[in-house]
Nanobody, 125 residues
Framework: QVQLVESGGGLVQAGGSLRLSCAVS????????MGWFRQAPGKEREFVAA????????YYADSVKGRFTISRDNAKNTVYLQMNSLKPEDTAVYYC??????????????????WGQGTQVTVSS
């Protein structure tokens, strides 16, 4: 069983930064690609970013490209999401997720096998 635990969420003013972390345990971390999703109240969960097993390949939603950076440290079994220039519309619960391989469905929740419990990010204007 794979367990994912997010941390690093909080309240920040517009223009500020936050760094989310997701610690993974239970299986070999480097065998999983990883993704970040977010869900705002009343909205569907949406893709934010994804990273390949070795960290070489990354993908971003257009809405966060140039502001967010996904990275991973396989020695620490952790994936990160550095969020800069935050906007009020970034307010959501952020989830990390693990996948077996980065396919063309990497933006879809069904491509991911394991999920964390989420961490709240609130950006005030």
């Amino acid at each position: 069983q794979v367990q994912l635990v997010e941390s690093g969420g909080g309240l920040v003013q517009a223009g500020g930064s936050l760094r989310l972390s997701c610690a993974v345990s239970g299986r070999t971390f480097s065998s999983y690609c990883m993704g970040w999703f977010r869900q705002a109240p009343g909205k569907e969960r949406e893709f934010v970013a994804a990273i390949s097993r070795n960290g070489v390949i990354t993908y971003y939603a257009d809405s966060v490209k140039g502001r967010f950076t996904i990275s991973r440290d396989n020695a620490k079994n952790t994936v990160y999401l550095q969020m800069n220039s935050l906007k009020p519309e970034d307010t959501a619960v952020y989830y990390c997720a693990a996948c077996a391989s980065l396919t063309s469905s990497y933006t879809m929740t069904r491509a991911y096998n394991y999920w964390g419990q989420g961490t709240q990010v609130t950006v005030s204007s």
